[in-house]
C-alpha cells in the first residue's frame, strides 16, 4: 500500500542528504582509525624504516619480530620478559572483577526495586554519589585498607579495588533496568511460594541478558584500561598491562624501539577491541533499555 506509514524508520531522507551523512561518517572514521593503522603498519616494520622517515608508508621488509619482541622478550623493569606475564595478571583482575562487580550489581539493583525497605532511596543515592567520585581521593584511603587485610601489591587486592569501585555503576544499570519490570510477576512469585533468590535466579536474571552485555562491557573496558589504581596498588609481580606497556616505554635506552612500542601498544588495545567488536552491537541496545527509567 502507498499510503502505509512504515513506523520503524523515525527520520525520512532523500539520496543527497543520506550521501552527505555517510561521507561525514566515513571522514570521521578514517580520522578515528587513521592513528591505528599507523601504529599497525609500524609494528611490521624494522625500526631502520621508522627511523628512515617511511613512516607512513608500507613497509619494504615486513617482519613481526617486533610483536615477538614486544610478547615474550622486551625489556620491562629490571627483566626481558615481554608483556606476556603482565597480559596474563590483567585476565587474572579482570575477569574475576568484571563477574563479581555485575553479581553484585544485578542483587543490589534487584533489591532496590523489587523490595524496597526504609532508607534504600538513601543506600541508592550513596551508591550513585561513587560514582562520581575522582579516582585520586580514595588512593590513600584504599591503600590503607589494602595494608589492614594484607592484600595491598597482590592480585586478590586490585580485584577488590575495582569491585569497590564499579559496583556503584553496576547497580545504577540494574537498578535502572529492573524498575521496568512488572512488579506485579514477582508478586504473583511470592504467592506461589518462591523466595527473594529464587525470583531473581529464575525471573530477572533470564530478562537480564541485554544489561549484563552493558555492564561487562563498561566494567571490562574501564577495568583493563586502568592505569592509576594499577601503578598506585599492585606489586612487582603483579603489575596489569598498562602498567607494563608504560614501563616498557621508559625503559627504553639509546634508540627507542618505536615498532615493538606499537606492536606492545596494539597488544595492550586488543582485547577491549575484541570486546566491542563481538557484543558492541549489544552496548547501545541495553543501554537505551537501562536509561528508561530515572
Known sequence: MSGAVDTGVAIRTNRVT??????FLLLFALFYLLPLAVMLINSVKPL?????????????????????????SAQIGVQPTGLRPYFINSILIVVPAVAISTIMGALNGYVLTKWRFRGDTILFGMLLFSCFIPFQIVLIPMARVLGMIGLAGSVPGLILVHVVYGLGFT????????????????????????????IFYRILLPLSGPIIVVTIIWQFT??????????????????????ALNNLVQSSTGVKAYNVHFAGAILAAL?????????????????MAGSVKG
Open 18 to 23: 543520506r550521501t552527505f551523512i555517510y561521507l
Open 171 to 198: 547497580t545504577l544499570y540494574f537498578r535502572n533496568y529492573y524498575s521496568a519490570f512488572p512488579t506485579e510477576l514477582v508478586r504473583a512469585a511470592q504467592i506461589d511460594g518462591a523466595g527473594i533468590f529464587r
Open 222 to 243: 574501564n577495568i583493563w584500561n586502568d592505569f592509576l589504581f594499577g601503578s598506585s596498588f599492585a606489586g612487582q609481580a603483579s603489575q596489569p598491562m598498562t602498567v
Open 271 to 287: 582485547p577491549t577491541l575484541i570486546v566491542y567488536i563481538v557484543s558492541g552491537r549489544f552496548f547501545v541496545r541495553g543501554l
Open 48 to 72: 631502520s624504516e621508522i627511523t628512515g622517515g617511511n613512516m607512513m608508508a608500507l613497509p619494504d621488509v615486513w617482519t613481526f619480530e617486533p610483536w615477538r619482541e614486544a610478547w615474550s
